[in-house]
């Protein structure tokens, strides 16, 4: 009888200590967050005390999914520790973006800026949301190992950058205009 109490007692401290495990709104500044997965078709998680810090830059525990956030960003999604591992990326419930498929066998392990530069190894996936409010959550497609940690990044969408045809039109009539002017100072010159 004692020994039951005991173990009751055990259980009920532990249930009691246990962090909650709470979403909560994530910063769009190219913060990578590591989070937890149990293999291919398991959701990810918050990253539990097990979880090995990534490096390179080094990377935040991320909380309970979904991770929310309002404002357009770029997501990146990046295999880490042992490669092989595939995600796929929901925003509200609707997949978006689509996974690389990379050989196994890296050996970046931790190091983030060594996954990013491996991509015959590592798994990324990147997507550029819109303006309005998001809903992050991911799923792993596949895990040979059966389980483990990778990163996730919300950052600021780069500026757009004009294309050589847009530059090319508006450096023509800018000239247009200027040959216009020239002509008309001209023309009042000799009147």
């Not at 600021?156 to 450096?171: D, I, K, N």
Request: aromatic share 6%; hydrophobic share 45%.
């Amino acid at each position: 009888m004692g020994t039951r109490i005991v173990v009751l007692g055990v259980l009920v401290l532990l249930v009691l200590s246990a962090r909650t495990a709470s979403a909560g709104p994530i910063t769009v500044d190219g913060t990578w967050r590591e989070f937890g997965f149990l293999g291919a078709g398991s959701a990810g998680t918050d990253c539990p005390v097990g979880c090995t810090p990534a490096t390179n830059p080094a990377a935040v525990a991320a909380d309970a999914p979904p991770w929310t956030f309002s404002g357009a960003a770029t997501i990146t999604v990046l295999d880490l520790f042992t490669s092989g591992d595939t995600f796929q990326l929901f925003d509200n419930l609707v997949a978006v973006g689509s996974p690389s498929a990379p050989a196994a066998d890296g050996e970046c392990g931790s190091d983030i800026g060594c996954a990013l530069a491996d991509a015959a190894h590592y798994s990324r996936l990147i997507a550029q949301l819109g303006a309005g409010t998001h809903s992050l959550t991911i799923n792993a497609v596949a895990s040979p190992f059966g389980g483990g940690a990778a990163v996730f990044q919300a950052a600021a969408p780069a500026a757009a950058v004009p294309e050589p045809g847009t530059m090319l039109l508006l450096g023509s009539g800018l000239a247009g205009i200027a040959a216009r002017a020239h002509r008309r100072r001209n023309q009042t010159k000799a009147s």
